[in-house]
């Protein structure tokens, strides 16, 4: 079949995250399959206008910052030209409302919703676009099919008003090629911690730094390895700075796959303190590497982590108990290894091939559904 998937950006922006490795992962596994598969989203500095990557055909048009706006002029004319069976749209960012102007059958992708979170990142009048783009959802795509990647996202849509029938849940998978325990790889001499992903305010690593400073009274050499970019470094190195921490608190930058991999692996816990997060990628991701995590009890986040057997979970924002957890980790090495074993199991779980299989009856079941709705 011919299928259009809608999203902000592609995984080739530089400020794409999981919710573009997640997208791609299934449109990928969708074009081996047979299936001719489009992608239409943003451009960026740099980016070509068009390009096939991995059998996925990516259209990228407008920037970050209108691309809304712009989208559905160029949307209804791919329509019109292309015939596509089924629209994949991504909502990560603010909703593009297509059933408002293209009518063909819709699967709608759902990482996870801002709602007041958004106002934890940026400012007000910004913030409040972003929520009241939010608020007509429920209203607008109520008849459409949802597949989302966590029960926390889908509570968050039926409290919204989105039916039960209409929402099915797929776990992200992960590369078990890249991300996989060996056993040859030993953990850092050195007490290590790992956060790994962007740095947002509403990601919460200020907690996490704050947490290592009490850490470290009882177990003075501990460090802390945040990995990634984002646009709230500077505040991250001026927190470390103003508690003393600059001495053992790395801020590596964006790392190569292998280097993450490796860092994983010799971490002795990874952590993710983030307010509220469409799945926790990393999460598994640690795991498969054979690594502990600790998150915040957060939506997402809950779903990703099974307390006391992958890792351990602590109500967010409640700094005493992140760094307990983490002590706890650091000086009970039977307790950590006895975590370790549990992680690997849980990790086995998820795979893309996997989450592409399902995903795919996801979209079947939709074209059902838009069938029988037109024939009456």
Sequence with gaps: MKILALNWQDLKNPLSGGAEVHLEELLRRLASMGHQVTLFCSNYSGGLPEETVEGVRIIRRGGRYDFNFIAPLYLRKLAREERFDILLEDINKIPFYTPLYLNIPTLVVIPHLFATTVFQEINFVLGSYIYCAERPMAIVYRKRQFNVISESTAADLQARGIPEDNVTIVHCGIDDSMY????????????????????????????LISALRMVRKDIPDTRLMVVGAGDYLDELQKHADTLGLADCVEFTGFVSAEDKVARLRRAHVCVCPSSKEGWGLTNIEANACGTAVIAADSPGLRDSVRDNLSGFLYPHGDINALAGKIQSILTDKAERERIETGALEWAKRFNWDKAATEFMKNIETTLKKSSQEASK
Excluded: E, N
């Excluded at 030993?186 to 305010?201: A, C, S, V, W």
């Design 180 to 207: 996989f325990h060996d056993p040859s790889v030993t953990k850092y001499d050195t007490p290590t911690i790992i956060y790994l992903g962007r740095l947002k305010k509403y990601k919460c690593v200020q907690h």
